[in-house]
């Protein structure tokens, strides 16, 4: 018997015991007959699972909130939330109070049914004022809540402006009185605050002071002062005109003309040198002295050239001479003279005295003639320009230029002379070069130094958008999280435990018992070595083989007593 093995009828698997109970068949059933701590467990988890998930749908349909109105005042901010919960909505008050949320889909439909009930009405009120005037008011409180309001309207317009946080206006409105021969003049005062990196330019300013002249009656728009939050004054002062001190205007004009000869040069040399190798700067000497000069000249009448007579004045005087002795001394020339006669027609007899006068003796003849001729008179009055260039410094910087060479190494090359000279003159041209008026440019070419970036290396634990990121997505990751431990920890292993046991696998039955010598015959018909039941390692697989052509003995010993062992149990 050493060498050969007896043959046995062949095993069977054995049948199950008799006292085992009967798996339920309905899955129901099965979980009726859980123990009273796995149905604790499985109902814990179902009902921890429902409230992760109604968490997690009220977390997803929270609506979102924005900001209804910010920097109210107490009055303002209780009236409004007193509407709101009137009108069943929703509010949320922002870090610090200073604004309150709403729903985003709520916005403006609130917006526009508050305003239909005057809210918010700010701290400044307008000419609802008047709406509220008591019986018996008296001319003096009736003027001042007219002045109220007539503030409140122009604060109210002025903060409408885009740039304009607040105002504050503040007028001054004089009593007009009749019996005053010289009335006062109203004036106004405006406070701006302005939001942080906003500015107004003077076409806006204009607007303002125009806004609040012409509401006021009688005020000019000299007459109204605005300033800002830093206390500057942003309108001209006259003052500081008639003191002959640059205003805002004279040096915005400078700014102008520095600016624009500056996007000449510019423009002119940037398609040469590019873009970002070229810097320029340019600096304007404006005269804004105002000067008059009038000059008389007078051109004397003289040469050939005709002269225009303005008056002339002709007079002639004849008176005779000294009477002169003639005739012979005696008694006849001591004779009276005889009578002088006129006749009509004829030659008047000359007058004699005492008959001593000659016929012949001469007279004295006089004339006089004026003539008075018009003067030329040239009357030249000379303004002199305000505004115009004295004199022009420009300054210019061009980078060297780049080369790369067959290696593909870049290197910088400096500007020949002749280059900056042509670049020179065209910058001389380009700005209106004048030697007499004492201009001076000036282009050099030096190398730039690049700019280099610092990278902030943000941890991304502190990275601001992985932080937000997280902070919205930590609620639902957790509740998630605590949802897959439950599903896998609590009602995973109680359904497990509600589930029939899968049924056993049967066992291969053996035939019989061979000889140590003889082949082992082969299991389901398949050929070669019996089929295992389970995947064996092929290393491990290989080693068995080896040991069983070696030592078959061995190995139909360990077999039997298996056998042997299966059989009994």
Same mark, same amino acid.
Request: glycine share 6%; no cysteine; hydrophobic share 40%.
């Given at each position: ?49 429902? @409230? ?30 007193? !509407? ?9 008050? =922002? ?5 309150? +949320? ?16 005057? *809210? ?10 008047? %709406? ?6 008296? /001319? ?22 885009? =740039? ?11 009593? !007009? ?23 107004? &330019? ?10 609040? #002249? ?10 109204? #002062? ?20 640059? %205003?805002?205007? !004279? ?15 510019? %423009?002119? *040399? ?24 009038? #000059? ?5 009448? /003289? ?65 006089? @003639? ?32 780049? #080369? ?92 497990? =435990? ?11 039955? +053996?035939?019989?018992?061979?000889? &140590? ?19 064996? =390692?092929?290393?491990?697989? %290989?080693?068995?083989?080896? +040991? ?22």
């Amino acid at each position: 018997m050493d060498n050969a093995v007896a043959l046995q009828p062949p095993l069977t698997p054995a049948a199950p015991a008799a006292d085992l109970a009967v798996a339920p068949a309905g899955f129901g059933a099965r979980v009726a007959a859980l123990p009273m701590k796995a149905k604790i467990s499985a109902g814990a988890g179902i009902a921890a699972l429902l @409230a992760i998930v109604v968490a997690l749908s009220l977390w997803s349909s929270k609506p979102d909130y924005k900001v209804l109105y910010a920097n109210l005042s107490d009055k303002d901010g209780g009236a409004i939330i007193s !509407q709101l919960s009137q009108m069943n909505v929703p509010y949320q008050h =922002a870090e610090g109070g200073g604004a309150i +949320l709403v729903p985003a889909d709520k916005v403006h439909d609130l917006r526009l049914k508050l305003a239909s009930q005057g *809210l918010p009405k700010g701290s400044t009120v307008g000419f609802e004022l008047m %709406d509220n005037a008591k019986f018996g008011i008296t /001319q003096f409180q009736e003027r001042l809540t007219f002045q109220r309001g007539l503030e409140g309207e122009l604060t109210r317009s002025i903060g409408a402006l885009s =740039a304009v946080q607040s105002a504050r206006v503040h007028l001054a409105l004089p009593n !007009q009185n009749g019996f005053f021969r010289e009335q006062q003049k109203p004036s106004a005062s405006v406070l701006l605050t302005l939001y942080p990196g906003r500015t107004l &330019d003077r076409a806006q300013l204009a607007g303002i002071v125009h806004l609040v #002249s012409s509401s006021v009656p009688e005020l000019a728009p000299k007459a109204v #002062s605005i300033i800002d939050q830093d206390g500057a004054l942003l309108t001209e002062n006259p003052d500081a005109q008639n003191q002959g001190s640059l %205003d805002a205007k !004279q040096l915005q004009y400078v700014s102008q003309i520095e600016a624009s000869y500056t996007r000449r040069i510019m %423009d002119l *040399l940037e398609p040469v040198v590019g873009r970002d190798n070229l810097r320029a700067q340019v600096t304007a000497e404006i005269d804004f002295s105002q000067s008059e000069s009038t #000059s008389e000249q007078f051109r004397p009448n /003289q040469g050939n050239e005709p002269a225009a007579v303005r008056s002339q004045q002709t007079s002639e005087s004849n008176q005779p001479g000294a009477a002169v002795p003639t005739g012979v001394p005696g008694a006849t020339t001591n004779q009276p003279p005889v009578p002088a006669t006129a006749p009509i027609n004829g030659t008047a007899q000359q007058l004699q005295a005492a008959g001593n006068v000659a016929p012949g003796a001469a007279g004295t003849a006089k004339r006089d @003639a004026i003539t008075n001729y018009e003067v030329d008179k040239t009357v030249r009055v000379t303004r002199n320009a305000t505004g115009s260039v004295k004199r022009i410094n420009a300054a210019v910087v061009i980078n060297h230029r780049t #080369s790369t060479n067959a290696a593909g190494k870049t290197s910088t090359v400096p500007l020949s002379e002749e280059e900056l000279q042509k670049l020179t003159t065209l910058v001389q041209e380009t700005v209106g070069y004048s030697q007499e008026r004492g201009d001076s440019v000036k282009v050099v070419n030096a190398p730039f130094q690049a700019e280099k970036v610092e990278t902030t290396d943000t941890p991304i634990w502190k990275d601001p958008q992985i932080l937000a990121l997280l902070q919205s997505a930590a609620i639902p990751g957790a509740l998630t999280l605590l949802a897959l431990i439950i599903v896998f920890g609590v009602i995973r292993p109680a359904i497990k =435990a509600a589930n029939p046991p899968p049924p056993e696998p049967a066992r291969p039955a +053996l035939d019989a018992v061979v000889a &140590d010598t003889e082949v082992l015959p082969p299991l389901d018909g398949a050929p070669g070595a019996p089929m295992l039941a389970a995947p064996v =390692a092929t290393e491990r697989l %290989d080693h068995a083989r080896q +040991l069983a052509r070696d030592n078959p003995a061995a190995v139909a010993n360990i077999v039997r007593n298996w056998v042997s062992k299966e059989a009994g149990a």
